[in-house]
Structure formats: structure tokens, C-alpha cells
């Protein structure tokens, strides 16, 4: 039964006195001076707080632990508050503990046996380098949600510090570099030369005392990351013994965390990139001709078949690394992931990947020939290296069969893209690119989200998808295209498109409309602003609008002229400032064409050419058998 008992104390000090009023002496004789608390003369309105007590259930033999809490304000207040601890004691929570949030979040770390090796490092981290500092020292029954508020702010604040410790780096490491530029152009002048090289000593030393401490910033995606793991936590905690009232991880609002999208090497984004060495985002794709660039370009080198099958498979690096030939068929052309090797403070450790990245893959015969040269590779190599090479039964190995480190294929890949002058991507990108190039072939997506290893097709469809240009004739045009207006209009010059404005078989240009007078537009083609005319059309219009569904009626007609594809129409009027959309328009064009060779001199044929490459896939088992 709930009945608490309500009382007024103070810190008031004064003589102590026993049951019966009497003052209490020293060993001197002397009455003993402490908090006389709830005996104080002066308690009443506006002096001491409220306290309260309550028994809770009976523990072990029988005995009921005395809940007390102190320091309210208000009746009310002290009156809410046993009314929470004896609910809470009532769901089994023990209200007479003092454990630590940290003890706690330690304790939770321990009991969780099942977690993924790379999961439980990353649990370890946002609880050493985050929780604990913030949040160790709260009790775990008074942690609420202002104090994780308080644990971002204080996140963020020290990011901005952060922020302007490398700002400070940049500098001192553009100060290294030139003080070296200026010794290195010093040479044969020996003064000059000397005091240079003391200039590049002195900032080579600023730069690595200015690095000391330097620390990356706490990105919002890893602030979410430390919110789930307390939230994981708390959850448990709740679950197990109602350690706390509610789950406050999923009352924090943190900053938003958007997925960046995937882009596609354009010609124009490799442009600005030789140019000024941007990236234009984390995640980039290939085009199809740049792949077979950089396939072309790594044919020599002993991990070719490694590369092409991250291109066309999607599998992860630490799949790859830890595939076993026992998991090859190079007959039924399929090989199965079902083990992976995860890299924890770069020490290698192998285990099971999750349920739905267990899979089986389908080899093409180009796949199934390559993974047979590199098993003839490897032949060649163990009878090179007779005792000195290691059995270590991976399908990707060294020349020495040494097993690949996952960081290793990362840096390799990374090397190699940078020595082939393409724009860069990074290896993960290659699922990306493996992705969509499945989808270019036409295979649903459910076939590729089976191809990737991802529990929903609605995380391929989110993740992995990119737009090529070759993609862009299954897009619908816009809206404007969809629905267009029927303006007259008349040609003064046929709409041409030369030669050199195709590539890959993709032309784009533009349709930018003037006002000739009150109410007559002229609507020039052109790929630039400075260009020559591709064509130009006259109308009789009212305003941008009319001069844009014009030009989109003219492009429209040309392309069914002559057998092209209008992909896409986009509208940018809106990018004029207010004052002058009434003189100007600007429409913007993606026209395909489509080259196919015909069937003529062709006979349906009766047989197929020799599959020489085929024949190359099954000898490694025509010499098992022989032998």
C-alpha cells in the first residue's frame, strides 16, 4: 500500500537534543552542535524543503528497504515524485540504488554475448570516448533527457574547436609546403639556400607540434550512431529490470543525417575535376566506358579478376577477402558468400556475414574464365615458390598465397584508379557501379537486392542506384514535355545537330528565347551561349511559357523527323531574375539516338563459334582428371 509520509527539514545548525528534549554533551561535556533538520524552530512557509519516505516491497527475509528523497520546493513536487518512485519500484525497479549510469552502461556491454565483433567494438567506442565522459557519473535513476541534450551541445561545441584545430593544420601544412617550394628552388645559392632550408625546419616542426591532439569531428551520422547505442542500452535496461522510467535515446532530436546520393562521372564533373580537383560528392560512379577503361587499363595486373569481380558481383571487400575456393563452382559457373572477414583496429577476425548477405551468386562465363586464369595463376605461383608459399585456401591471395587484409585491397584499388588517371571512386563504389549496371541490363531490382545481400529491395532501390546517361532513356520527361501547349510557330533555320555535339550517342542543348517586340519571340538552339545556332524558330507569344512550349514542339517534331528519342525537357525559367522573365526564356534538351546493326546477310544460325574461352574455364578439371 502507497503511503508515503511527508515532512518539512532544513540545513539549519543547532544543538542536538535527544527523544525526550534533552540537550546531547560531547565526551567534554559540551552539547553537540549539528543539522538539527526537521527540529528546527524556524520551519514553515519559506524555510526548509520537503522530504518524503516510503516503505517498498519486502526483500529478501522478509524486510522493506525505506525509500527517502529530499530537497522539494513544493508539496506537490515531492508528492509527484514518490508517486514516480513507487511506480517504479512497483515495475520492479530498484529506486534504492545508486549505480552510476557508467557502471551501468558496462554492465550492459558485458551482458550482451551475441553482438557481432564489429558491432561490439563500435558499441566500445561511443561508450569510452562519449557516454562515459558525459554521462558516467549520473545516477542511472536520475538520467533524463536534458542530460543527453547536454551531451550533444557539448559534442557539437567541441567540434567547432576541432573545426578550427584543422583549420590551423591546413595553414601550418600550406606554410610547409611553400617553405619547402622555396629550398628546393634555392638550390646553387648557398645563402640563400641555408636560410630557406632553417625556414622549412622551423615550419616542419610548427606543423607536427600543430597536429598534436588533432582529433576528427563528430559527424551528425555518428551522433546518431551513439544515440542507438544508448538507445539499445536503455532499452535493455527497461526490458530487463524497468531500470528506467522511459527510453530518453528516442526523445533527443538530433541534427539531420541525409544519405549522400550517388553521382555519375559526367564529362562535365570530370572537367571541373582535372581542373580544380573536387570531388563533386563522397560517392561517385563510373560510366560504362570508364570501367572499361579501367579494366583495360589493369588487365596486367595479378588481381585483374579480383577487380572485375567487384564490378560486376557488387560483393563486399571482406566477402572477397575471405571467399574459399571449396565455395567456387567453376563447372555450375555460381560461387556462394557465406563468410566474411571483418578488420577490428586492423587485426582480422573471421565470421559469419548476416542472414541476408549469405547468397549465392551466378557467374557469367566471362567471370567463370577469369576466376579459372587466376586459379592457373595461382598453380604457377605455388610451384615457384614450392615450401615458402602458404596454404591459405582463399580464392584472392598474394602471389605468395598469403590471404588479402580487406585495407590492403582498399589501398591497392585506390593506388591503381590514381595511376590510371581516372576520376577517382572509392572500392565500396564499386557496388554502386555493380548495381547499376545490373539495372541498365534490365534485371529487376529484386535481383539485384539478392545480388548485393540486402534484407529489402527498398535499400538497394535508396543506396545503390545512380542515374547514367545511357539510363536516361527510360526517364519520363517532365511535366512541361508530358503536356505540352500548342503554340504556332515558324522555322527561319532547321533545327542541325552536328557531329561533335554527340557523346554516347546523347546530345544536350539548349533553347533560349528572346522578345523581339510586344508580342514576336525568337528561339535560338545552341550547346553554349557563345556557340553557333543550331537552328532557329519565330512565334507569335505572350510570354516565356509560350516561347518554351514552342521550342519543346519544335525539338519534339525534329526527333520524330529524324528517328531520335527526346529524353528529358527541363524548364529553367524560373532561374531568370523576376524583372526579366518577361524578356527570356531558357529550356534545356536530352535528345538519344539509336545505331543497332541490322539483320541483313545475316542467316539464322544453326550452331555457335568455337567457345575457346570456355575451353580455357574447364582445363584446370581435364588435368585433375588426368592426373
Not at 238 to 250: G, L, P
Not at 259 to 275: A, C
Request: proline share 5%; hydrophobic share 35%.
Amino acid at each position: 500500500m502507497f503511503e508515503p509520509s511527508y515532512y518539512r527539514r532544513c540545513q539549519c545548525k543547532g544543538t542536538l537534543k535527544d527523544k525526550e528534549g534533552n540537550p546531547i554533551l560531547d565526551t567534554d561535556g559540551n552539547p553537540k552542535i549539528g543539522d538539527i533538520g526537521t527540529t528546527c524552530p524556524n520551519l514553515g512557509k519559506g524555510h526548509g524543503t520537503w522530504a518524503f519516505y516510503f516503505k517498498g516491497e519486502p526483500g529478501e527475509g522478509g524486510k522493506r528497504a525505506r525509500v527517502r528523497r529530499g530537497g522539494f520546493a513544493k508539496l506537490d513536487d515531492a508528492k509527484k515524485k514518490a508517486k514516480e518512485l513507487y511506480d517504479a519500484a512497483s515495475a520492479g525497479t530498484d529506486v534504492s540504488s545508486d549505480e552510476k549510469c557508467g557502471d551501468f552502461l558496462l554492465r550492459w556491454i558485458k551482458a550482451k554475448k551475441s553482438l557481432a565483433r564489429t558491432t561490439r567494438h563500435g558499441y566500445e567506442e561511443h561508450i569510452a570516448n562519449y557516454l562515459l565522459p558525459h554521462l558516467g557519473h549520473i545516477k542511472r535513476l536520475d538520467l533524463k533527457v536534458r542530460h543527453l541534450d547536454r551531451m550533444y551541445d557539448a559534442i557539437e561545441k567541441e567540434n567547432a574547436e576541432r573545426i578550427l584545430h584543422r583549420l590551423r593544420v591546413d595553414q601550418l601544412q600550406k606554410d610547409r609546403d611553400n617553405a619547402h617550394r622555396a629550398w628546393v628552388k634555392a638550390a646553387g645559392k648557398k645563402e640563400e639556400r641555408r636560410a630557406t632550408r632553417r625556414a622549412f625546419l622551423d615550419a616542419n616542426k610548427a606543423l607536427r607540434e600543430g597536429r598534436r591532439g588533432l582529433r576528427k569531428i563528430t559527424s551528425a551520422a555518428t551522433m546518431h550512431r551513439i544515440n542507438d547505442t544508448l538507445s539499445s542500452a536503455l532499452a535493455w535496461g527497461i526490458k530487463r529490470e524497468a531500470a528506467f522510467s522511459k527510453n530518453w535515446a528516442q526523445l533527443v532530436e538530433l541534427p539531420p543525417v541525409t544519405r549522400p546520393k550517388p553521382l555519375v562521372w559526367t564529362p562535365e564533373r570530370i572537367e571541373h575535376w582535372k581542373r580544380t580537383g573536387e570531388k563533386p560528392g563522397p560517392v561517385m560512379v563510373w560510366t560504362p566506358e570508364l570501367t572499361g577503361q579501367f579494366l583495360d587499363f589493369v588487365k596486367g595486373d595479378w588481381l585483374y579478376e579480383l577487380w572485375h569481380s567487384f564490378i560486376f558481383l557488387g560483393p563486399r571487400r571482406g566477402e572477397m577477402a575471405a571467399l574459399p575456393w571449396t565455395e567456387v563452382s567453376l563447372d555450375a559457373l555460381w560461387l556462394r558468400i557465406s563468410q566474411q572477414i571483418v578488420e577490428v583496429a586492423y587485426e582480422l577476425y573471421g565470421e559469419a556475414p548476416k542472414a541476408d548477405s549469405v547468397r549465392t551468386l551466378s557467374l557469367s562465363l566471362e567471370s567463370g574464365d577469369n576466376l579459372a586464369a587466376f586459379r592457373s595463376k595461382q598453380e604457377k605461383q605455388r610451384q615457384e615458390w614450392a615450401d615458402a608459399y602458404v596454404e591459405s585456401g582463399r580464392v584472392w591471395t598474394h602471389e605468395n598465397g598469403e590471404a588479402l587484409h580487406p585495407d590492403w585491397i582498399s589501398r591497392r584499388f585506390t593506388r591503381l584508379v590514381e595511376l590510371s588517371g581516372l576520376p577517382p571512386v572509392r572500392l565500396h563504389d564499386l557496388r554502386h557501379l555493380a548495381a547499376t549496371l545490373s539495372l541498365l541490363a534490365g534485371h529487376d531490382i529484386k535481383v539485384v537486392q539478392e545480388k548485393l545481400g540486402h534484407s529489402s529491395r527498398q535499400i538497394t532501390s535508396d543506396t545503390y542506384t545512380s542515374v547514367l546517361p545511357e539510363m536516361l532513356r527510360a526517364e519520363a520527361e517532365s511535366v512541361m514535355a508530358v503536356v505540352p501547349r500548342d503554340v504556332p510557330f515558324e522555322v527561319r533555320t532547321p533545327l542541325v545537330i552536328p557531329e561533335q555535339v554527340w557523346q554516347n550517342d546523347i546530345a544536350v542543348f539548349f533553347a533560349h528565347g528572346a522578345r523581339q517586340s510586344e508580342d514576336t519571340w525568337a528561339v535560338g538552339a545552341q550547346t553554349q551561349p557563345d556557340t553557333d545556332l543550331l537552328g532557329v524558330i519565330n512565334l507569335a507569344g505572350r510570354g516565356q511559357k509560350d516561347a518554351a512550349n514552342a521550342a519543346v514542339k519544335w525539338v519534339r517534331d525534329q526527333c520524330a523527323a529524324h528517328d531520335l528519342e527526346l529524353v528529358r525537357v527541363e524548364d529553367f525559367n524560373d532561374r531568370y531574375p523576376e524583372e526579366e522573365r518577361a524578356y527570356f526564356s531558357l529550356t534545356r534538351f536530352t535528345v538519344a539516338r539509336s545505331e543497332s546493326p541490322g539483320l541483313g546477310g545475316w542467316e539464322l544460325p544453326t550452331g555457335l563459334p568455337p567457345a575457346a574461352s570456355r575451353t580455357t574455364r574447364r582445363a584446370p578439371n581435364r588435368r585433375q582428371k588426368a592426373a
